[in-house]
């Protein structure tokens, strides 16, 4: 009948739909993002709601019920999380780090894995990749890095959230230099994650709610090197003239940098967090 024919054109139509629905969600890689934190993060999250409004509420359980509550479901979940945070990287991964920077963040179950992002970020891109990035960038021939840098050393010597560094050494002057390069398209990723934790933040740590409206004002320009280029030269020229001799800022190279790769005097030293 045209009944009949008309319900199973709806379903047609519907599937059609939820299959679009699916493959734009697959194809938008922030989307697919944010689906993924929601689907990790929206189970712990209740588990945590539960003991601290069901079964150990602040009415009926003592600070010592409570706190070893909590510290079961820290080191049940911890794990999980540290997981979820390497595989996705992008400002989850700097989330971490920034908020292991102080002991009062977080608990220690998560602070055990958390320091160590500060200086030891798991590698996300490879040296070829990087050295596609830079000749792209640099715009440079056939010869690829090798017209610019004499030495390049393939493992790199710094691992962050938007970017990695690499020791090489300049063709023309034989200098010794960082680069810095910057992994491709972290920035939507960033800005994605940023919108996804700022809205989890809102009903779930709404005491965390107006800092990350603060740590996205300071993103606004974090992935810009040409700025930090700049900034790096006017802190030179402040510093240096009267104290050169106790401190050190490493001079650029704006012929060898862009607003994705920043080349730079490599400086030997300590780690901050040595």
């Not at 929206?42 to 003991?51: G, S």
Request: with cysteine.
């Amino acid at each position: 009948t045209s009944t009949g024919l008309a319900r199973r054109r709806l379903k047609l139509g519907a599937g059609v739909v939820a299959t679009a629905a699916v493959a734009a969600a697959v194809a938008d890689e922030s989307l697919r993002r944010c689906i993924e934190f929601w689907l990790i993060v929206l189970p712990i999250y209740a588990q945590y709601l539960y003991v601290d409004r069901v079964s150990y509420p602040k009415e009926a359980a003592s600070a010592a019920e409570r706190e070893a509550a909590f510290g079961a479901l820290h080191e049940r979940y911890s794990p999980v999380i540290e997981r979820a945070t390497l595989r996705m990287r992008g400002f989850y991964l700097k989330a971490a780090q920034i908020m292991s920077m102080r002991d009062d963040f977080l608990p220690e179950a998560y602070l055990r894995w958390t320091r160590k992002l500060q200086n030891e970020a798991p590698v996300a891109l490879t040296s070829q990749e990087a050295k596609r990035l830079v000749c792209e960038e640099l715009k440079l021939g056939p010869a690829g890095v090798a017209e610019v840098f004499s030495e390049w050393v393939e493992e790199p010597i710094g691992t962050a959230s938007i970017g990695q560094v690499f020791r090489a050494k300049l063709r023309g002057t034989g200098e010794l230099v960082a680069v810095k390069v910057q992994m491709p398209g972290v920035e939507d990723l960033f800005r994605g994650d940023i919108r996804t934790l700022k809205f989890f933040t809102s009903f779930a740590l709404p005491w965390a709610a107006e800092n990350m409206n603060a740590i996205e004002r300071m993103f606004e320009s974090e992935f810009d090197y040409t700025l930090e280029r700049r900034n790096l030269e006017v802190i030179r020229e402040r510093l240096l003239p009267r104290w050169g001799r106790r401190v050190c800022v490493p001079k650029t190279f704006a012929d060898f940098s862009t607003s994705k790769v920043l080349c730079m005097e490599l400086l030997d030293g300590e780690k901050l967090v040595d």
